[in-house]
């Protein structure tokens, strides 16, 4: 079974440029939630997606953007980019059954670097 | 205050040293994780507990839901267990993960 794949693995833009990254969660897999890595910050939650519809959201501005597709693929987007938004860019999916909890399966990661 | 604390933050252990590391919480949660990150970035999920006691290998997982506090134990750490660990509780009724800042381990021959 093919695990989460998050792409690119690396990026680089520049201020003012917006950027698209995507996750293909594990086959099955309703549930994709997004988080950002950085080192003063740690692990944040930014959003999560069930079904096509945004469940949950974490505390960034409206800069930062998601959508799930049908066969549950996730993007999340960042528009006018900063410097302070260089960081891993995480996604887990999982079943995200209601009324229990799944357990939650972490891609690799899309380190974005802003210049 | 963190909603999450992780202690230590940072941990240097011998190889074959019992290792232990520790999660509070004050949220409400229904599950909690324990993760490993190697450098490079990637996040493995080692456990996801929801009440008592998981093992996997030399790696065992303990929750006690009343006193809102898990630990994470090493047995005969050996120097491919060096990572980064984290704890991350699940709110309750929701799939949020809120995380610990992380402990640093690093194991040496």
């Known amino acids: 079974k093919a695990g989460v794949t998050q792409t690119p693995r690396y990026l680089i833009k520049t201020r003012g440029q917006q950027v698209t990254l995507s996750c293909s969660p594990i086959?099955?897999?309703?549930?994709v939630s997004w988080y950002q890595q950085t080192p003063g910050q740690g692990l944040q939650f930014l959003f999560e997606?069930?079904?096509?519809?945004?469940?949950n959201k974490g505390n960034f501005p409206g800069r930062f953007s998601g959508r799930q597709f049908s066969n549950s693929r996730s993007e999340m987007n960042v528009s006018t980019l900063e410097l302070g938004d260089s960081a891993l860019y995480l996604c887990?999916?999982?079943?995200?059954?209601?009324?229990?909890?799944?357990?939650?399966?972490f891609g690799q990661g899309t380190r974005l670097t802003v210049v | 205050k963190n909603e999450v604390e992780q202690s230590p933050q940072n941990l240097t252990a011998q190889e074959g040293e019992f290792i232990t590391i520790n999660c509070s919480y004050s949220?409400?949660?229904?599950?909690l994780h324990w993760l490993q990150q190697h450098p490079g970035g990637g996040i493995v999920s080692l456990f996801m507990?929801?009440?008592g006691k998981k093992k996997h290998g030399r790696l065992i997982a303990t929750i006690n839901i009343q006193e809102k506090h898990s630990s994470l134990h090493i047995t005969a750490s050996h120097p491919r267990d060096s990572a980064v660990y984290i704890c991350?509780?699940?709110?309750?009724?929701?799939?949020?993960?809120?995380f610990g800042t992380g402990t640093r381990l690093q194991v040496f021959p």
């Open positions: 887990a999916s999982s079943l995200g059954r209601t009324g229990g909890t799944t357990e939650a399966f």
């Open positions: 086959s099955g897999h309703r549930s």
């Open positions: 997606y069930f079904s096509e519809t945004q469940r």
């Open positions: 949220v409400g949660i229904s599950a």
């Open positions: 507990l929801s009440s």
């Open positions: 991350a509780v699940v709110l309750w009724n929701t799939d949020k993960l809120i």
